[in-house]
């Protein structure tokens, strides 16, 4: 069974930054595709930025230039730098893997930025 665990959420001013990090149990990591997600109150939630196993990456166009998603095979662990925060950014972030036909979920951590 694959657990992650998001750290790095908390409370910031508009323009700041933060670093999530998303610590995965278990092994064959390295061959997992990883993502982040966010969601709000009565909102879909939404991918923000994946990663390959190949460390390919993309972002939403919404943190485009602002947010960027990187993976250390070695600690097993996915992070999401975010920089020039805004208050849209609120949400709760979390990680996601996908290995095969299986999806796994972290339990989030909440961003919380203020104007």
């Known amino acids: 069974q694959v657990q992650l665990v998001e750290t790095g959420g908390g409370l910031v001013q508009a323009g700041g930054s933060l670093r999530l990090s998303c610590a995965a149990s278990g092994r064959m990591f390295s061959m997992d595709a990883m993502g982040w997600y966010r969601q709000v109150p009565g909102k879909q939630r939404e991918l923000v930025a994946p990663?390959?196993?190949?460390?390919?990456?993309d972002v939403a166009d919404s943190v485009r230039g602002r947010f960027t998603i990187s993976r250390d095979n070695a600690k097993n662990t996915v992070y999401l730098q975010m920089n020039s925060l805004k208050p849209e950014d609120t949400a709760v972030y979390f990680c996601?893997?996908?290995?095969?036909?299986?999806?796994?979920w972290g339990q989030g951590t909440l961003v919380t930025v203020s104007s």
């Open positions: 990663i390959t196993s190949g460390s390919s990456t």
């Open positions: 996601n893997m996908n290995r095969g036909s299986l999806e796994f």
